[in-house]
């Protein structure tokens, strides 16, 4: 599976932003779709993230702020994020994680990150 993230920018604080990840395959059979991000000096860390069976969990941090949407159809999931503080500056990355059966195994994907930064 391949991620294309787009839509990072520079924004005010206070604003908004739309980050979209489009995967070059069906995601409908995909466990967990979801955004990290990486501060400068940071680890990364999860953002927010959704599954197939509709449940959402986001970050403490982004909570009220964020909201991730999933569209199995059309193979995207977007996050939506409001009232962007300086803290939330980092480069985003989509996030995909299969289950394969016959595996027994996850597998993990990465987009190649979008960069956010919240700047007066």
């Known amino acids: 599976v391949q991620l294309q993230a787009s839509g990072g920018g520079l924004v005010h604080p206070g604003g908004s932003l739309r980050l979209s990840c489009v995967a070059s395959r069906s995601i409908s059979s995909i466990d967990t779709m979801g955004w990290y991000r990486q501060a400068p000096g940071k680890q990364r860390e999860l953002v927010a993230k959704?599954?197939?069976?509709?449940?959402?969990n986001y970050a403490d941090s982004v909570k009220g702020r964020f909201t991730i949407f999933r569209d199995n159809a059309r193979n995207t999931v977007n996050l939506q994020m409001d009232n962007l503080k300086s803290e939330d500056t980092a480069v985003y990355y989509c996030?995909?994680?299969?289950?394969?059966?016959?595996?027994?195994?996850?597998?993990?994907?990465w987009g190649q990150g979008t960069l956010v930064t919240v700047s007066s």
């Open positions: 959704s599954k197939n069976d509709g449940s959402t």
């Open positions: 996030n995909a994680v299969r289950y394969v059966s016959s595996d027994r195994r996850f597998y993990t994907y």
